[in-house]
């Protein structure tokens, strides 16, 4: 199709050729127009007695309304192809030869509406297109069905209005870094003036602006995925139903906070829980290893002897807390014994004293 668009000029009288033409058989590249092959017209080693051929270049007029050439709708249905169902003005630009309202009406009337549409779409409307995925399907720790999409910002109109938040663009009136823009509002390059250490400060200073802008995406992402807005005008701050966490728990999100830079809210939440799960099941792992150098095989076996084991657990504690009880008991009395005793000395050795004077 790409030689039906070919420009091709008589190499007689130079004029273009749009319609038929006749090309010697045995002169490289030698087509001239009717008129001149009519004319008898020689030109350099062409003579008018060598054998030749009749070209037709799709200039033959189709059957219908505007009387269109093969050409025009070659160039037509390239056009559509090229720009689209809808840019008739592009379409009519790449015809030349017609305006944007004859190419939508021939395209329509011959190709959708027309024969040649009846017999290729069929009935569009109960049709839906089956589109065919070729990329197979990602089933890792990334895939799609894990990661999951960023919930929208949870907040009231009035908040949003307080909050001078756009939730259609999911935009603010002041961005972050609202004096970002003067880097590069009045930057000019001209690379035929400016010296290259010139260019270099110039493309630096584009560096910093899109950096600027890479945080400023950064920042709404995380007010967005950890729903910050709706958490600060929230008047119940606390959850009554959510348990306080223990310094185990405290010390692995401190650990782990700085992965957060890197994955979503719903990630990061899900990869500390399967962290404590892969503890939990360390803890377990242990016990049954225990249990197994015990010679314990059965769950039953395990049950009774953690009964066993709590039982004997808690007489020691009784014992303890008797021994305990006993020793303070012996200790009182030995202090009371003692302190008595040393009463008894002190009454003696004042009776002595008074015997003597």
Partial sequence: MADVFVKVSCTNCQEEINGVRVQCCECTDFDICLQ??????????HRNDHSYK???????????????????ELLLLDAVELYGIGNWDLVSQHVKTRTPEEVKEE?????????????????????????IDHVPEDKGPLAPAVISKLPPLDITPEEAILLGYKPHRDDYEREYDMSAEQLVSSLQLDTTQDSKVEILMKLAMVDMYSRKLRE????????????????????????????????????????????????????HERLIANIEREQELR???????????????????????????????QQLKVKTKKRRKT??????????ITKRAREAQIRQMEQIEQLQL
Avoid at 38 to 43: D, K, L, R, T, V
Avoid at 58 to 68: D, E, K, L, P, V
């Fill in 36 to 45: 001149c092959f009519a004319s008898g017209a020689e030109i350099g080693p």
């Fill in 54 to 72: 009749f070209v037709d270049h799709c200039a033959i007029i189709i059957g219908g309304r505007g009387n269109w050439t093969g050409r025009e």
């Fill in 107 to 131: 395209y329509i009337s011959r190709y959708l509406d027309g024969n040649i549409g009846k017999a290729t779409w069929g009935d569009v409307d109960q049709r839906r297109p089956v589109l």
């Fill in 216 to 267: 400023r995406t950064r920042r709404k992402r995380v007010v967005r995925d950890y729903q910050l807005v709706s958490k600060f005008f929230s008047k119940d701050k606390k959850d009554p139903n959510k348990k306080p966490l223990t310094k185990e728990q405290k010390e692995l999100r401190d650990r782990m906070r700085v992965f957060s830079q890197f994955q979503t809210s719903a990630e």
């Fill in 283 to 313: 803890v377990r792992l242990q016990e049954l290893f225990k249990y197994r150098n015990l010679g314990i095989t059965s769950q039953e076996e395990a049950f009774h002897y953690e009964q066993h084991a709590a039982f004997q657990k």
């Fill in 327 to 336: 020793n303070f008991a012996r200790k009182k009395l030995h202090v009371a």
